[in-house]
């Protein structure tokens, strides 16, 4: 376990560091005052010893003159009484000990340094020397009558200094010791005053951090009025205006989700990698997949590989330009239903810091309704204008069909013709009759004038594949019948007409090199209403049949495989004119790039009832319907 050398809290720090303060305080207080104190006590010590040499000096020249050379040991013996005298010495001008005290006189054996100061003198000035650091000595002459009786020693005790210095330590050390405790005492109370309204704001920090919705703690209490309590306010004032932003920052998120969750387009955001950050609920309702799987994952991960590389290098450009793109349209064909879809992107970038692009948003808009409807009004145009253009032809040609069929009533009934010759112009007739009433029905806009009835399908079915007799026979397609001619329908005879004329040619034509046509009509029900009866039919070839990418098509306007032979009006028409009987169809075909045998059979069924409601229909496929006849 890792231990701290310094406290971690306040309180302890100012109480710790003010007690380094004062102990190296005291300490360095110490080292002076020893030093100081010691240079005095040695200053005065010298100046006491040369005083006392001198003093010991002068009562014994005094002894001297007076004639009482005996007292000089008394001055001896009272000088070595004193309390920081050690000892005290009068010797001869030698160094001879003549009086000694405390102690004999055989005691005192002078030493080679001591006698050495005699030497130096020059003066009758007392000296001062030092032997050791705790041998200090002075040395004073004496004099008798002009003449040099001897010398007086006196040596210090050092016990009686050590004494003084110690007795000021010690009173040093205890005034230190009470000011440590009156500035603990005094710290104490100062951090206490400054922990306690911390340890508050430290405890809302806290509780702010852990909760930051949870207010019931403040606004903190103020107990002081001091910079700490200031700094209580502020934060007071500051928990108060985050609150209030947080408000207003989760009203404007409120906002914002609402607007991204709801918003009539895709919205999706990417980082750098080009992984999803964050996509709406349209977006994911265009991709078809859920909006938790869209995040963390890339483009070519959730959309098709050529609408992902698209949109992956117009995000990637946005981070390096840091520039919008817009109105950029990707196309595509869905993978479940075959449908093609359009959309409109654009990309923009998000900024977190001035220079970096943090994210890049994508606006995505399905215009595929709207791709289809502008194809479909092209279409409708297209429908009218070729309507308007069928019915001006249609117009200008029966002014000479009326012409043709006067003369050929003219030809048949006021001159003499043979056999054949006749019944080839009742043949013209026929068929001018018949081209008089497609041109009647695209001028009418092909609305009918007379109501349903039976027609005999036998009827129906020979006539239209006697008009195609001659290519039947030049192509050497054989043609299968199979319907009784007593089989009849509730329809539109002209109608259903059209609708045989437009299979049976288009079989045709997928016969160049011949092959077998079968035509087949038969009593049945319908197979998901059984209870509905009615006619099916059938018309089969053994052609070059179709893939799956053409039979998708076949039922839409102006689609054709023919090129400038076709209009692609054909079976759109054939499909109008069922769904106006009610009726159903059914297309299987198999091309020759399949393998085996190719060709197409096309199943249709009407239900036959008198009280069958047949639709009209529209003016745009009355005008096709008319174009194509």
């Known amino acids: ?68 050379p005996e007292t000089i040991k008394l001055s001896v013996e009272m000088m070595a009484k004193g309390p920081t005298v050690d000892t005290s010495t009068v010797t001869d001008p030698v160094g001879r000990v003549l009086a000694f005290s405390p102690g004999n006189v055989s005691e005192r054996v002078m030493q080679r340094e001591e006698l050495s100061q005699i030497a130096r003198f020059t003066d009758d000035q007392p000296r001062f020397f030092a032997l050791t650091s705790d041998d200090l000595d002075a040395v004073a002459p004496i004099r008798f009558k002009g003449k040099l009786y001897g010398y007086a020693w006196v040596k ?137 799987r869209h995040l963390g994952r890339t483009l070519p991960e959730v959309l098709p590989t050529s ?29 479940t239903s075959n449908r093609p879809w359009t959309w409109i992107t654009s990309a923009y970038p998000i900024h977190t810091t001035p220079h970096q692009v943090r994210w890049v948003g994508l606006i995505l808009l399905d215009a595929s309704d709207r791709k289809r409807s502008e194809d479909a009004l092209r279409k409708t145009e297209k429908l009218a204008a070729t309507g308007r253009l069928a019915a001006s032809i249609a117009h200008e040609i029966n002014n000479p069909l009326e012409a043709i069929t006067n003369l050929l009533y003219l030809l048949s009934n006021h001159c003499e013709l043979p056999d054949p010759a006749r019944s080839y112009v009742e043949m013209a007739e026929h068929e001018v009759r018949r081209i008089a009433e497609i041109t009647q029905q695209t001028l009418r806009f092909y609305r009918q004038s007379t109501l349903p009835a039976r027609a005999n399908l036998a009827e129906l079915l020979d006539s239209v594949l006697s008009l195609h007799h001659g290519r039947l026979r030049n192509l050497d397609i054989s043609v299968e019948r199979r319907y009784d001619s007593a089989t009849d329908l509730y329809c539109f005879a002209g109608e259903i007409r059209q609708v045989f004329a437009n299979l049976i040619g288009n079989a045709i034509d997928a016969m160049p090199e011949g092959g077998r046509l079968i035509v087949r009509a038969r009593r049945s029900r319908d197979w998901h209403n059984p209870s509905q009866i009615g006619i099916r039919f059938l018309v089969a070839d053994t052609g070059s049949g179709m893939d799956s990418t053409v039979k998708k098509h076949i039922f839409e306007p102006f689609f054709t495989t023919k090129d400038v032979t076709g209009t692609g009006l054909g079976l759109w028409v054939t499909s109008e004119i069922i769904a106006k009987h009610n009726g159903t169809i059914r297309v299987r075909s198999r091309s020759e790039s399949q393998g085996g045998k190719s060709g197409t059979v096309f199943a249709l069924f009407f239900p036959d009832t008198d009280e069958t409601a047949l639709l009209p229909v529209a003016a745009e496929s009355d005008q096709a319907e008319a174009a194509i006849a």
């Open 1 to 68: 376990m890792k231990i701290r050398a310094w406290p971690r809290t306040i309180r302890a720090q100012l109480l710790l560091g003010l007690l380094m303060l004062e102990v190296m305080s005291l300490l360095l207080f110490g080292a002076i005052l020893i030093r100081q104190s010691s240079t005095e006590t040695f200053q005065r010590a010298q100046q006491r010893l040369e005083h006392q040499a001198a003093s010991l000096a002068s009562q014994s020249q005094e002894a001297l003159e007076s004639g009482r």
């Open 156 to 292: 210090t005790d050092r016990e009686w200094d050590h004494e003084q210095l110690t007795s000021l330590l010690r009173l040093t050390g205890i005034f230190g010791l009470i000011w440590i405790g009156a500035s603990i005492v005094l710290a104490w109370g100062l951090a206490r005053s400054i922990t306690r309204p911390l340890a508050v704001l430290h405890r809302g920090t806290r509780a702010l951090m852990l909760s930051p919705e949870n207010h019931e703690n403040f606004p903190l209490p103020v107990a002081i009025h001091n910079e700490i309590g200031d700094l209580i306010e502020a934060f007071n004032r500051m928990v108060a205006s985050i609150e209030e932003q947080r408000s207003g920052l989760s009203d404007t998120l409120s906002l914002l989700d609402s607007m991204l969750a709801n918003a009539p387009i895709g919205l999706a955001f990417f980082d750098r990698r080009c992984r999803f950050v964050r996509v709406n609920r349209i977006f994911a309702d265009i991709t078809g997949i859920q909006i938790s």
């Open 307 to 335: 609408a992902a590389l698209q949109l992956e290098k117009t995000i990637l450009s946005v981070f390096e330009q840091d520039e919008p793109i817009r109105d950029e349209e990707v196309t595509g064909t869905s993978e």
